[in-house]
């Protein structure tokens, strides 16, 4: 069983080179773009007009704004993955704690 377990930890994934990895990037986009499109075409829809687009400002004032409100969240709700495993007894004293 040792065994088994060393040597599962020692494989790896053979390197895939960097041109190959461009692949399925090309085709996610292709097909984001392909579908938005066909939605477009099938309800008719026209381009925005120039008045609709938000300000320069706007946009900066936004993009400057938003790793800010990233720090605040992750301060307000903890950590942002989950744990990586739960103890029963973990379990069972959250449980009587919220029962006090």
């Known amino acids: ?14 390197s895939v080179p960097s041109a190959l990895r461009i692949v399925p990037a090309i085709l996610d986009f292709a097909t984001v773009w392909l579908g938005l499109d066909a939605d477009r075409t099938r309800h008719g829809l026209k381009p925005m ?15 400057l704004l938003m790793p800010y409100l990233v720090i605040l969240l992750e301060h307000l709700y903890g950590r942002l993955h989950a744990p990586v495993r739960s103890r029963p007894d973990d379990l069972r004293l959250s449980g009587i704690a919220l029962l006090r």
Do not use: D, F, Q
């Open 1 to 14: 069983m040792k065994a088994a377990a060393g040597l599962a930890g020692s494989r790896r994934l053979p």
């Open 49 to 63: 007009s120039k008045k609709g687009y938000p300000l320069a400002r706007e946009v900066m004032i936004t993009a």
